[in-house]
């Protein structure tokens, strides 16, 4: 690997922990508990977070998403089309996730976090100035959509342990 390398496995090490750390102990109710009917759960913050990291890099590395290659669309069950990452959710779909378990959330989390580990350590420097996505001006490079998926993970998951703490878990 790479020193540019390195340090993106690092930071999607930082995204992992910080699941961890936002799950660990929490059942079911408390995972799809809300501070406020506006807010997201613990449950949605740590699945939206996993699925757009999966999403975003099965998109760069041309791969079909765990999501649907490794079933974990019918393990979650949730009344979403297979393809939906929970971008621009409503307080009514916030709220459909639900029944999640602690497992079932790491589980999907640490498989993503590997396969991204795996394919970082299969690229070079030269690989994250290709670009991935024209649809935005200036066009994403492979770069700044890693490093895009890295802020939106650790957003999200900040905001996990913020709804922990406020709920008193």
């Known amino acids: 690997m790479t020193a540019s390398t390195d340090l ?4 999607f090490g930082r995204i992992r922990e910080a699941v961890e750390e936002a799950v660990t102990g929490l059942g ?10 506006d807010a997201n759960s613990i449950g949605w913050l740590v699945w939206h ?3 757009i990291q999966d999403d975003h890099l099965a998109g760069v590395a041309g791969t079909e998403q765990l999501w649907t290659s490794d ?15 929970g971008y621009g959710h409503s307080r009514k779909e916030v709220a459909a996730v639900k029944d999640l378990s602690e497992e079932l959330l790491t589980g999907y989390h640490e498989v993503v976090h ?4 795996q394919y970082l350590a299969g690229i070079a ?14 066009p994403v490079t492979m770069g700044v959509r890693l490093v895009s998926v890295i802020a939106d993970g650790l957003q999200h998951a ?12």
């Open 49 to 51: 977070l996993t699925r």
């Open 71 to 85: 079933g974990w669309y019918e393990r979650f069950g949730l009344p979403f089309s297979a393809d939906d990452t």
């Open 28 to 37: 079911p109710d408390e995972l799809s508990t809300r501070p406020e009917d």
């Open 114 to 117: 590997d396969s991204t580990v």
């Open 158 to 169: 900040g905001q996990a342990a913020y709804v922990r703490g406020l709920l008193g878990y």
């Open 8 to 11: 993106l496995v690092d930071a």
């Open 125 to 138: 420097d030269k690989d994250l100035k290709r670009v991935v996505d024209r649809s935005w001006t200036p």
